[in-house]
């Protein structure tokens, strides 16, 4: 099983990015997927997830409206586009499958991605 994330990087303030996350070893369809993030000192935190059709998303307060999740399911992937970014959106960012339903708790999760530096400068 093998998630991989990519598209991080650094960015000014209000810039965008897109990070991709690819799958493998599983049977995407079946699967939930989310992505969370972590700060340096802080815990790993929820960032948005989709159901395996993509007709239910959902997001953190602190992205909602800014971030959008989608997914592929003919190419294994999940995306994550982030615009208007703030410094505070500076993190590590993650993927995650879940089997079945989505989830905002981390601890639910099955597979996790080895995460993609997203840093944002003022």
């Known amino acids: 099983v093998r998630l991989v994330e990519s598209g991080g990087g650094l960015v000014q303030v209000g810039g965008s990015l897109r990070l991709s996350c690819v799958a493998s070893?599983?049977?995407?369809?079946?699967?939930?997927l989310g992505w969370f993030r972590q700060a340096p000192g802080k815990e790993r935190e929820f960032v948005s997830s989709?159901?395996?059709?993509?007709?239910?998303?959902v997001y953190a307060d602190s992205v909602k409206g800014r971030f959008t999740i989608s997914r592929d399911n003919a190419k294994n992937t999940v995306y994550l586009q982030m615009n208007s970014l703030k410094p505070e959106d500076t993190a590590v960012y993650y993927c995650?499958?879940?089997?079945?339903?989505?989830?905002?708790?981390?601890?639910?999760?099955?597979?996790w991605g080895q995460g993609t530096q997203v840093t944002v400068s003022s």
């Open positions: 995650a499958a879940i089997y079945g339903r989505n989830s905002r708790d981390a601890s639910s999760y099955n597979y």
């Open positions: 070893g599983f049977r995407f369809d079946d699967y939930s």
């Open positions: 989709i159901n395996w059709s993509g007709s239910n998303t």
